[in-house]
């Protein structure tokens, strides 16, 4: 990660080496932190923030479901994520959204009068699963470890605490030589990577697992679908089973950091023809295409980053 020069922090921009938390804040004890990651791209228009709107609102969706009291307005938000893209003279960018309890009570559920803290980071940030992965696509394993259900957690949440169990999935992957790990329920369906949903193709046909399959309401994961439909392909949303994978035509991975990524192989069975296929190619192309102009931005998806201060 390469540090940047400022961090907007509670209205304020600071140097980003002065954005320090105290040791006994309540989330760095027990997790109650919400957050996004969105991604800004340079355009021939300047700096744009993708689908801004959409990850705020998840953003906000996410503190009501954790009972965290939001400071800022969504549209102070807004200009909070565009300033920290602008104050760091960045383009290309990865920005960090963060809502979290602050010092003040060490019991599991907070004092009311714990401080609600706020910051927005940007960074820049390449390809979350390797520049190569883009085009040649990664090798996955199935984890040993199931994603939490909403018996548990409120999984549609994008909470700090929820991520000790993707850092399970993908570790676990990592180091039995894979580059992430998918995780399925416990009667053998598919749910998602340790920070991406996914979809497989077969027959020309997309499936991805529903939201009930105990998946993030991934935001990248509904502009592929939105893509995919705009193409003329059909996308179906069902209860997969994970042999399904191993029979696969494709396999790609969507998410903020990910972006739209391959997938050649899961559990050292190929996928296809192990390699990237010409669905999953032509989402690539569309998606990417959002941010090179050639392709139209019909459903306003991109943020214009103002210049000013």
Known sequence: MTNSKFI??????????????????????????????IRSYETANGPAIFRLDAHLRRLADSAKLYRIEMPFSQQQMAEACKKSISENELGNAYIRPLIFLGAGSLGVVPNPDVPVDVIVAAIEWGAYLGEEGITRGIDCCVSSWS?????????????????????????????????????????????????????????????????????LGGITRDSA?????????????????????????????????AEITPVRSVDRIEIGTGSRGPITEAIQSNFFGLFDGSTPDKWDWLSPVSTTS
């Open 225 to 257: 679908i939105t893509i995919a439909r705009d193409l003329g392909y059909e996308v179906i949303e069902q209860q997969l089973p994970r042999e399904l994978m191993y029979i696969a035509d494709e396999i790609f991975m969507t998410g903020t950091a």
């Open 8 to 37: 907007w922090m509670n209205g304020e921009i600071i140097p980003w080496e002065k954005a320090t938390v105290h040791v006994m804040a309540h989330a760095l004890h027990y997790g109650t932190s919400v957050f996004e990651g």
């Open 147 to 215: 994603r939490t259900t909403s018996a548990a957690i409120p999984v549609l949440a994008k909470a700090g605490g929820h991520y000790l169990n993707a850092n399970l999935i993908g570790g676990e992957a990592r180091r039995n030589g894979y580059t992430e790990g998918i995780s399925v329920s416990a009667n053998g369906t598919i749910s998602e990577g340790s920070a991406e949903n996914i979809f497989l193709v077969r027959d020309g046909a997309i499936y991805t697992p529903p939201l009930a399959a105990s998946i």
